[in-house]
């Protein structure tokens, strides 16, 4: 069973498939943002900032051998964790997947989108067989953040846990657009 990294914020954290190609490297700054910024990550974050929830980004983990990073771990008190996931529209659509991976062979953007969807089914299966929670928000929500947010610290307070999708777009099919 993977087991999350000690330390909060990795000095790198790089994602790599395949013959080694590059997909993504962060690197946090010594407060532990990250440089890459992602308005919607930092929506979610400024919310919780303004409740005084205790968060931490870009939490590392290895999970099935493989270096993978919650976006946001929230700690409520010692026993009440869970974890958000942002997906963007490279999660959803391969146009946006080649758009990032900066391909235009279609063949290479559907690999990659398959390789982000793996990476996404393993957080799925390591909070599930864990009893942690994960809460995934799509890039169609960044005006309800301060809901979904709201609505998350009462399930976590609940004792809910598993795979929550705040968005119905999680069972569309992948499009090819």
């Not at 700054?29 to 308005?39: C, L, Q, S």
């Not at 270096?67 to 391969?94: A, C, P, R, V």
């Not at 953007?109 to 969807?117: F, I, N, P, S």
Request: hydrophobic share 35%; with cysteine; glycine share 4%.
């Amino acid at each position: 069973m993977a087991t999350p990294s000690k330390t909060p914020h990795a000095a790198n954290v790089v994602f790599l498939i395949a013959r080694k190609t590059l997909i993504r490297m962060r690197q946090p700054t010594a407060a532990g943002k990250t440089r890459k910024k992602n308005k919607n990550i930092e929506a979610i974050i400024s919310k919780l900032k303004a409740e005084s929830i205790e968060y931490y980004p870009e939490i590392p983990i290895k999970i099935k051998g493989r270096n993978l990073s919650w976006d946001i771990q929230i700690k409520i008190d010692t026993e009440n964790i869970f974890y958000i996931e942002f997906d963007g529209e490279q999660h959803f659509f391969l146009k946006n997947m080649m758009g990032l991976s900066r391909t235009k062979d279609k063949e290479k953007g559907m690999k990659r989108l398959k390789c982000q969807r793996t990476r996404d089914l393993l957080k799925e299966d390591y909070i599930r067989n864990s009893g942690n929670l994960l809460f995934r928000i799509s890039y169609r929500q960044l005006k309800k953040i301060p809901e979904l947010i709201d609505e998350m610290m009462k399930r976590s307070k609940s004792g809910e846990k598993g795979v929550f999708y705040m968005d119905n777009i999680y069972w569309n099919k992948i499009e090819d657009q």
